[in-house]
């Protein structure tokens, strides 16, 4: 079982940047590949960025390439996402979550554990 808490949202203005923190408890938090989705009012959960377990495989989704980097530090337990360039547009609560599986998936559906998520409020 994997317990998941994120941290580090809030609201920015135009062309700022946050970094989000989820932490996780557990020993196997080591082997699971994690992930970043997103949520907007009024919109479905969308994925953002996942990494392998090691941090050797990355993936973004469009919008975030070039603008968001997701890493992990397995010492500590805790995958991070730095955002800059924030756009109104990504308003949304961003939701951390985990797998039982080495490799990344795009999809919600592959990941059992999930963070209560944390609000980011980006200002024009």
């Known amino acids: 079982q994997v317990q998941l808490v994120e941290s580090g949202g809030g609201l920015v203005q135009a062309g700022g940047s946050l970094r989000l923190s989820c932490a996780a408890s557990g020993r196997t938090f080591s082997s699971y590949a994690m992930g970043w989705f997103r949520q907007a009012p009024g919109k479905e959960r969308e994925f953002v960025s996942a990494?392998?377990?090691?941090?050797?495989?990355?993936y973004y989704a469009d919008f975030a390439k070039g603008r968001f980097t997701i890493s992990r530090d397995n010492a500590k337990n805790t995958v991070y996402l730095q955002m800059n360039s924030l756009k109104p547009e990504d308003t949304a609560v961003y939701y951390c979550?985990?797998?039982?599986?080495?490799?990344?998936?795009?999809?919600?559906?592959?990941?059992?554990?999930w963070g209560q998520g944390t609000r980011v409020t980006v200002s024009s």
């Open positions: 990494i392998n377990w090691n941090g050797g495989g990355t």
């Open positions: 979550a985990g797998r039982a599986f080495p490799v990344w998936s795009t999809s919600g559906s592959g990941y059992a554990y």
